[in-house]
């Protein structure tokens, strides 16, 4: 983003962050949100739609990604795989699709770099030594056409490779006929030794030894070697002994295997093929478990509409006699009496008498009182409309449950008596007990992931509220309201599953009035009060799995391998199936690395700190890592004296002619107070077509400490998104990968390549220099790149 858009609110960057998610410009509204988040980090508003967003984004780029990749471009997939993880750092997916890409993208297999060195070991155990390998001199095919005897054959071809033989005393050959045409060194000693009823092992890296093919010769000659396997995705002791079942019953009974669950590894003493085999086993089986991610969005909508109208007429009628003496009485059904009330001063005295012979003489109707209820007119309409939205986020591993509940628990009380008893014996014999209910949104949900990225999803959805108290035996209980769905659906990746249909209609009519009048079809319309009630209440669900972790698996996983016959075990080795498939995954037998990157996000000092705790990788990452940085940028090495020293990687591309692009380093300020944190952008200079700029910042660790590093302006001036991703390598070391969108054209002219932020931790001159710099223009070819240094004053 140009570096003036800073100035605008957190607010105004959150109405663009909303705008671009309706128009569903993730991107635009991820950096939107980001920005918003930056400048109000204590918004909780702003941080719940940066995280909802930063998942969308991620996932739309990897979308891309696997869509340019299956159409073979594998440099515009690894750019959107590699956004995909700057976004979202913990995103499975685009780690493993970076994986799979520079895998395709390479011609070897890469075995040295997945090699560990011993940790340790004292002199004596480095000096320990693996299983024999046999290693000819010359493995051109063997072609034959002979009747011989065996040990004359057997010194034939292993001449032919420059071989030396030795037969066991105790066999005797004789003679067969053998003819072989183009075969391997290998294929030729295991037809001959089919043939001939015998075997061979290797006892030196250029000597064989052949003796008679038996079971008690098996056991005496073959190599028995022991070797530890670590398992990396076994979660618990079950998955760990559910794997050396299936590797017990594959492998001879007599084969000693066991586990270690402390150090969740597995040691077996077996020959070399075997450990082979349960090498290539494990690789297939000790896989990652997938996770999902589903998006459930509940909504509840509830109508109630009401209208009262009419004129209610009086309801009451009643009738007082109001005798000549002053007295009063009321009439009613059963009697009449009269009430006398005298008034002196301020006080006032009320007797009740009985009529007499001479007042009911001269009752007239003036002394009759009546009293006659009020007339009401009705005229009331309420309408509400009331929308309960609930969208959580489930994630949830394969075949293992996840809950989620989102509401309150209610108190239930619940007691036992001694009956019998007496009254005041049981209340100091009720034992009052409490239980408590969830009472809300409450899902659970076990889905499993197939191989063809379909879902299957085991829910149970429950929505319940508090809709009103009873009375039981003296004690006041809630009346629980429930909407419960249990169902197993099979889905597609992203495929929404909408569930409706839970609907309450509630409708009802109430009139009121005088009787007689409000019989009468018209008049009870205007004389008679009428009350229409309609209550409507919907809740839909709908559902969204996501696959945001899955196991790469591939045809090396799913291959048959040769184990020779149920007699003798035995592999058949091809030494052209890694190189002709270049499938690196099958090398790896503890997990395939993975690379970890640190989110370009707004962050602390202590939450990078925090961040780079978990992103430790192994010594084969490292190694992995560092080649992948050669092969990308094979550039001149710049110390921070200046002097150039040439790069160790293998060459990849050659640079273009014409004048190298200048980069420099260049601080906010030159002078900082120890716990501030500033800015250090790399800025280029003559760039023509400039694509992508691959570089190495080297900082002093001791003096500062790095908190995120984002982009510059030049490579996305045009409005292009532009795709970071970094890495530090430790020891004042950091990686960082900046490039535009594919298809594009580079930029020209001068600009901020790349910013990063460090936080000073310590006083004293701290130089920061580019170690290694490199840069790509939009065909991928590597263009003349020369870097500089600076240095900032810490006091």
């Known amino acids: 983003m140009p570096v003036q858009a800073h100035g605008q609110s957190a607010k105004s960057w959150a109405k663009r962050g909303a705008d671009a998610e309706a128009h569903e410009d993730y991107d635009a509204a991820f950096e939107a949100y980001r920005q918003a988040l930056l400048q109000r980090p204590d918004n909780l508003i702003y941080k719940t739609k940066f995280e909802r967003v930063r998942f969308a984004a991620a996932a739309a780029h ?12 594998f440099n515009g997939a690894l750019t959107e ?29 890469g075995a040295a770099l997945l090699q560990q060195a011993p940790v340790g070991p004292s002199a004596a155990a480095s000096t320990v030594a693996g299983p024999i390998q046999l290693k000819p001199v010359d493995n051109a095919p063997v072609t034959l056409h002979v009747v011989e005897d065996t040990k004359v054959l057997y010194q034939a071809i292993a001449k032919s490779a420059g071989l030396n033989v030795i037969f066991d005393p105790d066999y005797t050959s004789r003679r067969i006929p053998l003819d072989l045409v183009n075969v391997s060194l290998y294929d030729a000693l295991r037809i001959l030794g089919t043939i001939s009823g015998t075997f061979w092992k290797p006892v030196t890296s250029n000597t064989i030894f052949v003796a008679a093919n038996t079971q008690q010769k098996r056991q005496e000659l073959d190599t028995v070697a022991v070797q530890t396997f670590y398992i990396s995705n076994a979660a618990s002791a079950a998955d760990a002994n559910e794997l050396l079942t299936a590797l017990r019953n594959v492998l001879d009974p007599q084969t000693k295997i066991f586990l270690v ?49 009419g004129i209610t007429l009086p309801q009451s009628v009643q009738l007082g006699t109001q005798l000549n003496n002053g007295t009063s009485s009321t009439l009613n059904s059963s009697s009449a009496t009269s009430t006398s009330s005298t008034t002196t001063g301020t006080s006032t005295s009320s007797t009740t008498t009985n009529p ?67 009254t005041a014996i049981v209340s100091s014999l009720v034992n009052t007990q409490f239980t ?21 999803l085991k829910m149970v959805m429950e929505i319940s509220n508090e809709s009103g108290t009873v009375t039981i035996s003296g004690v006041q209980q809630p009346i629980i309201g429930q909407r419960r769905v249990e169902q197993t659906i099979q889905l597609k990746e992203g495929e929404p599953s909408i569930l409706a249909g839970l ?69 058949r080795h091809d030494d052209t199936l890694a190189a002709a498939s270049g499938d690196t995954s099958a090398l790896v037998t503890t997990g395939a690395f993975q690379r970890q990157q640190i989110p370009a996000t707004g962050m602390t000092a202590a939450q990078a700190a925090n961040a780079m705790i978990g992103q430790v990788g192994s010594e084969q990452a490292q190694r992995a890592a560092q080649s992948a940085l ?5 550039q001149p090495t710049i110390s921070p004296s200046g002097v150039q020293q040439a790069a160790t990687g293998p060459v990849s591309a050659q640079p273009t002619g014409g004048a190298p692009v200048r980069f420099s380093v260049v601080a906010s300020n030159a002078t900082q107070a120890v716990g501030s944190t500033f800015q250090v ?46 890495r530090d390598e430790g020891n004042g070391m950091v990686t960082v990968s900046v490039s535009r969108p594919p298809a594009v054209r580079g930029v020209d002219g001068t600009g901020s390549v790349a910013v990063l932020t460090f936080k000073a931790i310590g006083a004293g001159d701290a130089t920061v220099s580019l170690a290694r710099v490199g840069a790509k223009n939009s065909a991928q070819a590597n263009v003349p790149a020369v870097g500089s240094q600076t240095v900032v004053h810490v006091k």
């Open 356 to 422: 007499s012979l001479n007042d009911l003489a001269n009752f007239t109707a003036s002394n009759i009182a009546v009293s006659i209820g009020t007339a009401a007119v009705n005229a009331l309409l309420t309408d509400s409309d009331t929308r309960i939205l609930q969208n959580p986020r489930v994630r949830a591993t394969d075949n293992q449950k996840a809950t989620l509940k989102i509401g309150s628990r209610i108190p239930i009380a619940t007691g036992s008596f001694s009956s019998g008893a007496s």
């Open 436 to 456: 408590y209910i969830d009472v809300g949104v409450n899902i659970e949900m076990t889905p499993t992931v197939h191989q063809d990225r379909e879902i299957t």
């Open 630 to 634: 050669h092969n990308q940028m094979n």
């Open 261 to 309: 669950p402390s150090q969740n590894a597995i040691v077996m003493r077996s020959t070399p093929d075997q450990l082979l085999l349960v090498e290539s086993l494990l690789n297939n089986l000790d896989r990652p478990r997938s996770e999902v991610v589903v998006d459930v969005a509940v909504l509840e909508v509830n109508k109630t509409r009401t209208r009262n109208l």
């Open 62 to 73: 990897v979308d891309r990604g696997r869509v340019l990749r299956q159409s073979g471009d």
């Open 81 to 109: 795989f590699q956004r995909a993880l700057a976004i979202d750092g913990g995103n499975q997916t685009a780690q493993q699709e970076i994986v799979a890409v520079e895998r395709d993208m390479s011609n070897a297999p």
């Open 503 to 571: 609907l309450t209609k509630d409708e009802e009519r109430s009139v009121s009035g005088t009787p007689g009048i409000g019989s009468i079809p018209i008049l009870n319309k205007v004389l008679g009060s009428n009350t229409k009630t309609n209550t409507d209440d919907e809740i839909v669900f709908l559902l969204i799995p996501h696959i945001v972790r899955e196991p790469l698996i591939t045809r090396l996983n799913t291959r048959a391998i040769d184990s020779g016959t149920s007699a003798h075990f035995e592999l």
């Open 681 to 726: 952008s790399v800025a280029a200079a003559d760039a023509k077509d400039l694509y992508a700029a691959p570089m190495q910042v080297q900082f002093d660790p001791k003096l500062l400490s790095l908190v995120n590093v984002d982009s510059g302006e030049m490579l996305g001036r045009d409005g292009q998104a532009v795709s970071v991703v970094h």
